[in-house]
Nanobody, 126 residues
């Protein structure tokens, strides 16, 4: 499984960005997606996750109401719509794939995902 992320950039506070991540290769019959981010000098943190059906989503408190995760199963793609961006959202954002073999592990941790994208930089200026 390979993931290719895109959509990062440099924006001003209050702006919006949409990240995309396409998965290719042999996937499991059911799989979730996740987004994590890593700011300079900090550990990678969970941002959002979406279930296989797309009906269930999870977010870290700091992005609730501003970020929306969605997926297009026909395109094997997950999106992260980021609105009202803040300087503290500046980080490298990583998409992640979670096969059904990982469903017994917390989706909030890196260990709960099998494969990762290359990361895309998001920089929010004040």
């Amino acid at each position: 499984v390979q993931l290719q992320a895109s959509g990062g950039g440099l924006v001003q506070a209050g702006s919006s960005l949409r990240l995309s991540c396409a998965v290719s290769g042999r996937t499991s019959n059911n799989y979730d997606f996740g987004w994590f981010r890593q700011a300079p000098g900090k550990e990678r943190e969970f941002v959002a996750s979406i279930s296989d059906s797309g009906k269930s989503t999870w977010y870290v408190d700091s992005v609730k109401g501003r970020f929306t995760i969605s997926r297009d199963s026909a395109k094997n793609t997950v999106y992260l719509q980021m609105n009202s961006l803040k300087p503290e959202d500046t980080a490298v954002y990583y998409c992640a794939y979670r096969s059904d073999s990982m469903f017994g592990i917390s989706r909030y941790t890196e260990n709960g995902y099998d494969a990762w994208g290359q990361g895309t930089q998001v920089t929010v200026s004040s």
